[in-house]
C-alpha cells in the first residue's frame, strides 16, 4: 500500500484559513468515510483533531473541519493562530483492514 | 483520564528482537470497543502504522511489516506489547503506542519511545 499524498507544506497569516489536502485511492480514501487528520508538534505524540472525515474530537475548536470528495480528503482550519504551527498527518482505514498515512504537511504560520 | 505509557530498551543491535510494553491506566483493555495499536517515526519523518491487537488477540498488521511483527494483550496488567523481528538500521524510530477507536482512529496517544538500531 502506498502512503496518501499530501503536499509538504503549506503557509498562511494568523487570521486567515488554509487548506491541506490528502490524495489516496479507491482502496483507501475512497473507499470508506474512514479518514483522520492528526496534528503533531515537534518532538510531541500526534494529536487526533478530525475522525471520520469530518467529526471533531470533544472540546476540539471548531477551526478544524474536514471534507472528503471521492479520492481526496481535505482539512481546513480557520483562524489561523500561531500554535497551529505544526505537522498534520492524515490517516485512511483501507478495504483490507489496514490503515495507510500521508506523508504530513507542515504548516507555518508567518 | 486515560493515559498511555511505552517501555523498553532504547537500543537494539542489528539482527536482533525489539520487544516494547504499553502500559494502560483509565481504561481497561477488556473494554470491548477499543483496540490497541503501535505507530513509529523514523527520525525527521513520517508516521507509519504498524498494526493493532484487540482484547481478544485478535490483530492486524501492515504488510510490509507482518512476516517480523507480533502483538499481544495483557489484560491482568492492563498491557499490550509489540515483537519485532531482524531489527535493521531502517527501524530506528520513534515508537508510539495508541488506543484505536472503531478499528479506524487513534484517539489516544502514548508520548513516545526512541529506539535506536546499532551495534
Known amino acids: 500500500q502506498s502512503a496518501l499524498t499530501q503536499s509538504a507544506s503549506v503557509s498562511g497569516s494568523p487570521g486567515q484559513s488554509i487548506t491541506i489536502s490528502c490524495t489516496g485511492t479507491s482502496s483507501d480514501v475512497g473507499y470508506y468515510n474512514f479518514v483522520s487528520w492528526y496534528q503533531q508538534h515537534p518532538g510531541k505524540a500526534p494529536k487526533l483533531i478530525i475522525y471520520d472525515v469530518s467529526n471533531r474530537p470533544s472540546g476540539l475548536s471548531n477551526r478544524f473541519s474536514g471534507s472528503k470528495s471521492g479520492n481526496t480528503a481535505s482539512l481546513t482550519i480557520s483562524g489561523l493562530q500561531p500554535e497551529d504551527e505544526a505537522d498534520y498527518y492524515c490517516?485512511?482505514?483501507?478495504?483490507?483492514?489496514?490503515?495507510?498515512f500521508g506523508g504530513g504537511t507542515k504548516l507555518s504560520v508567518l | 483520564q486515560l493515559q498511555l505509557q511505552e517501555s523498553g530498551p532504547g537500543l537494539v543491535k542489528p539482527s536482533e528482537t525489539l520487544s516494547l510494553t504499553c502500559s494502560v491506566s483509565?481504561?481497561?483493555?477488556?473494554?470491548?470497543?477499543?483496540?490497541w495499536g503501535w505507530v513509529r517515526q523514523p527520525p525527521g519523518k513520517g508516521l507509519e502504522w504498524i498494526g493493532a491487537?484487540?482484547?481478544?488477540?485478535?490483530?492486524n498488521y501492515n504488510p510490509s511489516l507482518r512476516s517480523r511483527v507480533a502483538m499481544s494483550v495483557a489484560t491482568s496488567k492492563n498491557q499490550f506489547s509489540l515483537s519485532l523481528t531482524s531489527m535493521t538500521a531502517a527501524d530506528t524510530a520513534v515508537y508510539f503506542c495508541a488506543r484505536v477507536n472503531s478499528e479506524t482512529y487513534a484517539d489516544s496517544w502514548g508520548q513516545g519511545i526512541l529506539v535506536t538500531v546499532s551495534s
Open positions: 491487537v484487540y482484547y481478544s488477540g485478535r490483530a
Open positions: 490517516n485512511s482505514y483501507t478495504n483490507t483492514n489496514t490503515w495507510v
Open positions: 483509565g481504561d481497561t483493555l477488556s473494554g470491548g470497543s477499543y483496540s
